[in-house]
């Protein structure tokens, strides 16, 4: 089952422009994770952020974390035609190491 | 570092024949987890192991489907007989532990027909 959910499905931008992802779920966490996966590639981890933290950056990449709300977004600034690709949200909760995806957004960036 | 290595990158097999996928995990990570994609059903977990030792196989599709990691270094997911439905990519990723995230193979393309 998936825990996740991400908002838009689908999202189409021009190069330049912020892109914003949405995650939703269901039960309380240990931490979240994004990953990104260029069509037939494996996934890529982008960045994690812990149930106790509320924001995260990594160079272009802004997370945020609102556990009242069991939601996460992702921001990508600038976004580059290299940016194209799906990104996942995935949680950690439990005792257990294992993490669920969601169903992705399709993000494309037009030169 | 040469990554999570999985083989074979594609399979084809026919219905009802073995199918034996391989994964070679990062050196030092202690868990190992296996994923099949699809388009109808996403990213499910199959199995995952911790220090060599299946933890949860909980979303093992059904008997036909069993996976061992005899050493720190290598796993095997096998079905036996395959079926059309098992169609899908299916991924093999390792961590170190829960602080980190994960790093995928390129994972096996497996087509039944």
């Known amino acids: 089952s998936q825990q996740g959910e991400e908002d838009p499905q689908a999202l189409s931008i021009q190069e330049g422009e912020n892109a914003t992802m949405n995650c939703s779920y269901k039960t309380s966490i240990n931490n979240l994770q994004w990953y990104r996966q260029n069509s037939g590639r494996g996934l890529v981890h982008l960045i994690l952020i812990r149930s106790n933290e509320r924001e995260k950056h990594s160079g272009r990449l802004r997370v945020t974390l609102d556990t009242s709300k069991k939601s996460s977004s992702l921001l990508i600034t600038a976004s580059r035609a290299a940016d194209t690709a799906s990104y996942f949200c995935?949680?950690?909760?439990?005792?257990?190491?294992?993490?669920?995806f969601g169903i992705g957004t399709k993000l494309q960036v037009i030169p | 570092d040469a990554g999570v290595i999985q083989s074979p990158r594609h399979e084809v097999t026919e219905m009802g024949q073995e199918v034996t996928l391989r994964c070679k995990p990062i050196s030092g990570h202690n868990s190992l987890f296996w994923y099949r994609q699809t388009m109808m059903r996403g990213l499910e977990l199959l199995i995952y192991?911790?220090?060599?030792?299946?933890?949860?196989d909980s979303g093992m599709p059904e008997d036909r489907f069993s996976a061992k990691m005899p050493n720190a270094s290598f796993s095997t997911l096998k079905i036996q007989p395959s079926e059309p439905r098992d169609s899908a990519v299916y991924f093999c990723?390792?961590?170190?532990?829960?602080?980190?995230?994960?790093?995928f193979g390129s994972g096996t393309r497996l087509t039944v027909v």
């Open positions: 990723a390792s961590s170190p532990d829960s602080s980190y995230g994960y790093t």
């Open positions: 995935a949680t950690n909760s439990g005792g257990y190491q294992k993490v669920t």
């Open positions: 192991f911790n220090n060599n030792v299946p933890i949860d």
